[in-house]
């Protein structure tokens, strides 16, 4: 007898409510991108126990047949796509018709809804995969979905649920994007007695009510727009701001695009893309995470234009803000060893991590181009594939600009006899990780060079333990701050952490 059996539909059953629900988050994130799909203008959501004892969200929108209510809770039934042709063009956060069903599986599942075309409702409840009641039930337009004890039949998985305090922060985590997306409708969430509301208006009234009045005092919006392609979206440039992480929207969905992503050099940012759906592809990954994008290289480029534009755009003002925030003209600076640079201000404490201030400094002025040329005692040889050769020949114009002179030897080897007077040395390792990371992490040839100049400006920057004298570490500083973005290293790393003096002061109780 063979060894292969196929599985029973239960099991089946089972393991694919396992990969769409892993969390109570994971229902809360389904059952609003439906609520969100159906035209909802408000959306209530109610937690209990970090949602593993109760899940409730009810909504306005278009509504249920009763006759649909038993086919929502069956596998791949949908309302959004029709034919394969749909998922090329589908706007909807939600398509393949799992979802409900899942839900359905582990937990005690029930659903009341009214669509507008009919005068009562109906009522559908499902424990552990089987419809146990379905009647007419009187409600007004629109939907409420309960889920009761997420996982009661699958105890292994219950086991491995957190803590109700950090599910709720994996529910929350859910939520915050569809917060930011949709400014036009109003959500009430409930967590135990806590309530907090979000009323529908327009973005920047949703910043505020999300992140606090500071939102617009510490980050800067930029728009750019071509063809059929929008991008927009808000930077944050102070890494202790209310904007702490990244945020990209795709047709108003939440995904992640590493390509995107490694364009901005500031931990904080929202970033919102639309184009047509039939450019956009949403099926890569089972969560709908990640995306690819039919004109990726045009998205990039408009992504960077933008950010191009905000920074000279804000870099004037950050200028401005030096001389005001420090005390006696600089002259209050220790060194912590020899890796922090400690400045009294007139708040506080700052405290510079010197390497990072020093690659960001680098980093603008390799930038800007038109640094002088220092010759190598000894030239770097660099043997190159055949790929990396293109890529090089590519790269090498702008390598040149920044002080670089290489020379080709032979197809594939070269020779690098100079490098940028800024840098004090650049080993033949750094050359090679400079091109590896180059081809890895860009996508065109201008982040191609980007990532290089990170990388130079890294190495050669000053590393910690390096003692510096009160001079040159006021020098310092005062670079710093004329650069564009001094809270921030080329990386995205924090450079400054601010202490004001009242935060000290409670630390010994004063």
Not at 391 to 398: A, G, N, R, T, V
Request: net charge neutral; glycine share 8%.
């Amino acid at each position: 007898m063979g060894r292969i059996a196929k599985l029973p539909p239960e099991v089946i059953r089972r393991i694919a409510a396992g990969e769409v629900i892993e969390r109570p988050a994971s229902c809360v994130k389904e059952l609003i991108e439906n609520a969100i799909d159906s035209g909802a203008t408000r959306i209530d959501v109610d937690i209990e126990d970090g949602g593993k004892k109760l899940i409730r969200v009810s909504d306005n929108g278009c509504g249920i047949l009763k006759e649909d209510l038993p086919l929502a809770v069956e596998r791949h039934s949908t309302s959004k796509i029709k034919s394969e042709e749909d998922i090329q063009r589908v706007l909807t956060l939600g398509f393949r018709g799992e979802a409900l069903p899942s839900m359905g599986e582990v937990s005690y599942l029930e659903i009341l809804s009214r669509s507008e075309e009919e005068d009562t409702g109906g009522y559908i409840k499902v424990i552990g995969g089987e419809v146990v009641e379905f009647r007419e039930a009187p409600r007004q337009r629109g939907t409420t979905v309960v889920v009761r004890e997420l996982f009661f039949n699958y105890p292994a998985r219950r086991k491995f649920l957190h803590s109700s305090r950090v599910e709720e922060r994996y529910i929350r985590s859910e939520i915050l994007p569809k917060l930011i997306a949709y400014p036009g409708i109003t959500f009430s969430i409930r967590y135990g007695k806590k309530i907090e509301r979000y009323y529908s208006g327009g973005i920047e009234e949703r910043m505020i009510q999300v992140f606090g009045r500071e939102f617009f005092t510490q980050c800067a919006g930029f728009f750019e727009e071509e063809d059929d392609v929008k991008v927009w979206g808000f930077v944050c440039f102070n890494p202790e701001g209310p904007l702490k992480k990244g945020f990209i929207f795709v047709n108003r969905r939440n995904v992640w695009h590493h390509g995107i992503h490694s364009l901005f050099s500031f931990p904080g940012y929202i970033v919102f893309i639309e184009i047509s759906p039939e450019y956009v592809d949403v099926n890569v990954h089972p969560s709908k995470r990640e995306v690819r994008f039919v004109k990726e290289e045009k998205i990039l480029e408009l992504v960077e234009r933008g950010l191009r534009r905000l920074s000279a755009r804000t870099g004037e003002g950050e200028r401005k803000e030096m001389p005001e925030i420090f005390t006696e003209d600089l002259e209050k600076l220790w060194q912590l060893h020899g890796t922090y640079i400690l400045a009294e201000t007139k708040k506080g404490l700052l405290i510079i991590d010197q390497h990072v201030a020093h690659e960001r400094i680098l980093y603008e002025k390799l930038k800007k181009g038109k640094v002088p040329s220092q010759r190598l005692l000894v030239p770097i040889v660099l043997e190159l594939s055949p790929h990396e050769n293109e890529i090089f020949k590519e790269m090498l114009p702008h390598l040149e600009r920044t002080g670089f002179v290489v020379k080709e030897l032979s197809g594939g080897t070269w020779v690098v006899e100079a490098i940028p007077a800024v840098i004090p040395s650049l080993s033949p390792e750094a050359m090679r990780e400079m091109i590896d990371d180059a081809i890895r992490e860009g996508k065109t040839r201008i982040k191609m060079f980007d990532e290089a100049l990170k990388i130079i400006a890294c190495r050669g920057a000053i590393k910690a333990g390096e003692k510096l004298s009160r001079e040159e570490m006021k020098t310092l500083i005062e670079e710093l701050f004329s650069t564009s973005h001094p809270y921030t290293c080329p990386h995205g790393r924090p450079i400054i952490v601010e202490m004001e003096i009242r935060e000290i002061d409670k630390k010994f109780g004063r």
